[in-house]
């Protein structure tokens, strides 16, 4: 498995405003994806962090609403923009190794409150 | 359209009563069903992958069983920190490495 950390594990911000949240991996990884869980709900994912290229998103999200960065194998930002309240959520970053397993691990995640 | 549904929505259990919970799935070309304990204000933690028919994996107090239409995940003897929210997930031809989830089931055991 992977050591995944992110940053930062809580924030409650304004309506207008934009969150960038980190994820950062303790190995060199193949893919890194963002997934948001809505409360009560389950996981829906946003987009594949490509390295070297433009993230891979999923139909509903948009790439004004949902920056994605990944420099390197072991780092991914998150920003999302123009908050609304609806954007409350738990967000979380998740990775595959590679090899022989296709296994995905995830990250603590980030719990997000727009007032 | 691929989806895969949980049931129960939540379970509640004494310590040492066993139970099943339920992953069912209508999807094209399963390319592997996950499943994953979630606890309140964390992620989502692995606990198997499961690829074809038949097959079978254990840990502890838990299996995993997979058929062609669905998935369960056997509790044996429960104990209270087995209490949490169970995801079953999976990943299908054609999705790439997409993970599709299910709402899960809330699992509270009780001393």
């Known amino acids: 498995s992977a050591v995944i950390s992110q940053k930062p594990s809580r924030d409650i911000c304004q309506r207008g405003t934009s969150l960038t949240i980190q994820c950062q991996v303790d190995s060199q990884v193949t893919m890194m994806f963002w997934y948001r869980q809505q409360p009560g709900q389950s996981l829906t994912l946003i987009a594949t962090a490509n390295q070297g290229s433009e993230a891979t998103y999923e139909s509903g999200f948009v790439i004004d609403k949902f920056p994605i960065s990944r420099p390197n194998l072991t780092f991914s930002t998150l920003t999302v923009s123009n908050m609304s309240p609806e954007d409350s959520s738990i967000y979380l970053c998740?990775?595959?190794?590679?090899?022989?397993?296709?296994?995905?691990?995830f990250g603590p995640g980030t719990r997000l409150t727009v007032l | 359209e691929d989806q895969v549904t949980q049931s129960p929505e939540a379970l509640r259990l004494q310590e040492g009563e066993s139970s099943s919970l339920n992953c069912s799935y209508t999807v094209s070309g399963l390319r592997g069903l996950f499943w994953y304990r979630q606890d309140p204000g964390k992620g989502p933690e692995f606990l198997f992958t499961l690829y074809s028919a038949g097959e079978e994996k254990e840990k502890e107090r838990l299996k995993a069983t997979l058929t062609k239409k669905e998935s369960f995940l056997h509790i044996t003897a429960p104990k209270p920190e087995d209490s949490a929210t169970y995801l079953c997930a999976f990943r299908f031809s054609g999705g790439y490495n997409k993970l599709i989830f299910g709402a899960g089931t809330r699992l509270a055991v009780h001393p």
């Open positions: 998740s990775v595959e190794i590679g090899g022989v397993t296709d296994t995905q691990y």
